[in-house]
Structures are given as structure tokens and as C-alpha cells.
């Protein structure tokens, strides 16, 4: 009897844009960035910092009593993680029938792989990877210097 191997891990990823978004997107290009990947992996890294800040605020103004500054931090390493965890998960999605999906289906073995790739060779040429790959990146780079602060404090 064959043995079959087991269908790997599948990740799906939803990324939407208008038409008028491309357009705007490969004006932007044009002005500061060598490419459109090359812009729409800044601005997703910029939404995903804004966020991640947004959180932090919001947090801090929650946990504003405590005095111990170190305590705080850890207060919102604490409550960060999980978001941070979803969104890593979810990357960038949007649902709306205004929008032009682009989806990606991929293991997680091909994303180790995609994501090695880049940390070696630099970005790859399309913009969906491009673009998912820099929000994984970033969000492990924050992930990392969150836990370093964390355990800095214990």
C-alpha cells in the first residue's frame, strides 16, 4: 500500500486594491520609490507601525497609574502579543466588493522559504510577496524587541 505524505499547512492571504489605490500607488512610485513593491512594502510597514503604536498609546493611557515605567512596559508587552501574533497571522486583509482581491495561497514551509530568501537576497520582485514579506519581517523584528525589553525586566 502507498503511503502518501500529508498535504502541508496551507496560508491564504487576501490583499485588495483599488484601481485608483494602484494609480496613487504608482504615483507615489514614481516620486520617491524605485518601484511599486518598493512602495507598497513602505506604506504596509508604516500602517503596521501606526498600529502597533496606536496600541502601545492606548495602553500606556490605560496603565497611566502605574509609576514604574519597567512595569508598564511589561503591562504592554503582555497585552501587544496577541495582536501582534493576528496580525502576523492575518498580514494585510481587506473585504469589500469595491476592491480587486489578490490572493495568495502558500505553504508555511514556502513562506519560511520566501522569507529566508529575502533576508538573504533582498526583496523579491512581486508585490504581493514584496508586500507580505515586509509586514512579516517588521512585525518579527517588533516581536523580537518586544521580548527582549520583556526579558530585560524579569
Not at 496577541?82 to 494585510?92: D, G, I, Q
Request: glycine share 0%; hydrophobic share 35%; charged share 30%.
Amino acid at each position: 500500500m502507498k503511503k502518501t505524505m500529508p498535504k502541508p499547512p496551507t496560508v491564504r492571504k487576501v490583499i485588495n486594491f483599488s484601481d485608483e489605490i494602484i494609480d496613487r500607488i504608482d504615483n507615489e512610485a514614481l516620486n520617491d520609490y524605485t518601484s511599486r513593491p518598493e512602495f507598497v512594502a513602505a506604506a504596509v510597514r508604516s500602517l503596521t507601525d501606526y498600529l502597533i503604536n496606536q496600541w502601545c498609546l492606548e495602553y500606556e493611557i490605560h496603565s497611566s497609574e502605574c509609576e514604574d515605567k519597567l512595569k508598564m512596559d511589561d503591562f504592554i508587552y503582555e497585552l501587544i502579543r496577541p495582536r501582534l501574533a493576528e496580525m502576523k497571522a492575518t498580514t494585510v486583509q481587506y473585504d469589500s466588493e469595491e476592491y480587486t482581491p489578490v490572493t495568495l495561497i502558500v505553504t508555511e514551509k514556502q513562506l519560511e522559504k520566501i522569507n529566508y530568501f529575502v533576508r538573504v537576497n533582498g526583496p523579491v520582485k512581486n508585490m504581493q510577496d514584496y508586500c507580505r514579506i515586509a509586514t512579516i519581517r517588521m512585525l518579527d523584528e517588533r516581536i523580537r524587541l518586544y521580548k527582549a525589553r520583556w526579558s530585560l525586566t524579569n
